[in-house]
């Protein structure tokens, strides 16, 4: 079975639905639906989209096999030899219109448009709330880390903590795209021109030291034997007792001549990390290793790491890693795709709204504008897609079911992203409180959803 079918077949309801339209009759008609992420978690003040490369793979290529079209006769969800025809040869010959990845965007807002025949349109549901969920977390997450860092170096951690290995590339793609370090063969391994030159770097971590009968032996054996063939070394010496580990070391460092202290860092990964940081370099310097830097980590996250930045540790470089892959002050994006529209095959047009309080949805086929004042955000406009303004943030990248886009590569992707940051205000760059961002509706929408509303209230 193609792998996009999970998502596509996991939600029963959706094929329910096309057996209703099939049988009414509709299934030819054209209906718009957009994606929209509903809210944000506390404290963060916007999302940075990501994604549309897989999603736009996953669309194009993706068939019914004869196992799915067995499975769908099976549970009755295939009942006609119409239906059974529509799956055998399905191809999606609809229109998106999406943001492009890296742009900054807000609750409310449209991200991605879907115009198509109306059973094609409604196939991508389960799809469309999923595909693009963990590209955007994980992307704005290490945003966020990288703010709250105000400059320090950090590395994206380790994957082994993930759900599962399909999200491990996105983990890696975001630092890269926010010219955070990376060393991953997974990374290189799909973008191998980004490969860098040189030597390896050593990382000497508890396994490594554990598996000698000591740690002077371990220390020894890293700067007798491992000096000529790394670049630099992070060095673990908390394996039994922090400052039993640091005096052995530094007493194995005094012992070798002629060493580049500046190619060693020492790592730090459990307890608590602030305090020890300020030992082990107070430690350092009254043994003239100045040189030597001290890397942070164990479950750090944006709050931990401001928090230390704010009390001056003396930490050259982060790591983070399973608060930030698994994101774990935001384990869901609040995604919702609804119906905007549906153009019947005589012509005629239903604008179509949800009106629930708290879950409503606007009608019509809609723009996102924004509005910069001096060069910076200042409001984003919900607004019909014949209307003119501000900067449109929505993007026509598929036609009659065709690609009509380059899709951009991972140093486009990440020129868009800075200059996404360069024009967002300082406020929505404070990771410990949100800043609200106006978005409002247009005019013209408002009296749109009126519309609708008199014909359903």
């Not at 703010?147 to 082994?160: I, K, P, W």
């Not at 000591?214 to 060095?235: Q, T």
């Not at 905007?340 to 009608?363: N, W």
């Not at 949100?434 to 519309?451: G, R």
Request: charged share 25%; glycine share 4%.
């Amino acid at each position: 079975m193609n792998p996009s079918d999970i998502p596509l077949l996991e939600y029963n309801n959706i094929f329910v639905a096309n057996l209703i339209w099939i049988n009414r009759g509709i299934d030819k008609d054209i209906a718009t639906f957009d994606l929209v992420i509903r809210e944000l978690p506390e404290k963060w003040s916007f999302y940075v989209f990501d994604g549309l490369e897989r999603f736009v793979d996953l669309l194009l290529e993706h068939k019914f096999d004869e196992e799915a079209i067995k499975l769908l006769k099976q549970m009755n969800l295939i009942d006609s030899a119409e239906t059974e025809n529509f799956y055998r040869n399905f191809k999606f010959s609809g229109d998106v219109w999406s943001l492009k990845d890296g742009t900054i965007f807000f609750p409310g807002e449209p991200i991605v448009r879907i115009t198509a025949p109306l059973l094609e349109a409604n196939l991508l549901t389960a799809f469309l709330l999923n595909v693009f969920s963990y590209p955007i977390r994980i992307l704005t997450k290490t945003l966020r880390i990288k703010f709250a860092c105000e400059g320090t170096l950090f590395y994206a951690g380790s994957l082994v903590r993930l759900p599962g290995f399909e999200q491990g590339l996105w983990a890696l793609r975001a630092p890269f795209l926010l010219k955070s370090q990376n060393s991953s063969p997974l990374f290189y391994r799909k973008f191998p021109q980004y490969l860098p030159p040189g030597k390896i770097t050593a990382n000497i971590n508890h396994a490594v030291i554990k598996s000698f009968s000591s740690e002077r032996d371990a220390y020894r054996y890293v700067l007798d034997v491992l000096l000529d063939k790394a670049n630099f070394f992070f060095v673990m010496v908390d394996t039994y007792d922090l400052k039993k580990g640091l005096d052995i070391f530094i007493e194995e460092i005094k012992k070798t001549k002629n060493l580049d202290s500046s190619k060693l860092m020492i790592t730090i990964d459990s307890g608590d990390i602030e305090a020890q940081a300020f030992y082990v370099r107070e430690v350092l310097d009254q043994n003239g290793l100045q040189n030597i830097k001290i890397q942070a980590m164990s479950n750090l996250d944006e709050y931990s790491i401001q928090k230390m930045i704010k009390n001056k540790a003396p930490v050259y470089c982060f790591i983070s890693a399973t608060a930030l892959i698994n994101i774990t002050d935001n384990p869901k994006l609040e995604a919702v795709y609804k119906m905007a529209e549906l153009q019947h095959t005589d012509g005629t047009v239903e604008q179509k709204a949800k009106l629930t309080k708290g879950k409503e949805s606007y009608p019509g086929r809609k723009q996102v504008f924004r509005i910069y004042e001096n060069g910076l955000m200042k409001e984003d406009i919900i607004g019909l897609e014949n209307e003119k303004l501000g900067e449109p943030l929505l993007h026509k990248i598929i036609e009659a079911g065709n690609l009509i886009i380059s899709i951009p590569n991972l140093d486009d992707i990440g020129k868009h992203l800075n200059k996404e940051l360069a024009s967002l205000p300082e406020k929505y760059k404070d990771v410990s409180k949100s800043a609200p961002y106006k978005v409002s509706p247009s005019e013209e929408l408002l009296k749109l959803l009126e519309q609708v509303k008199k014909i359903h209230t």
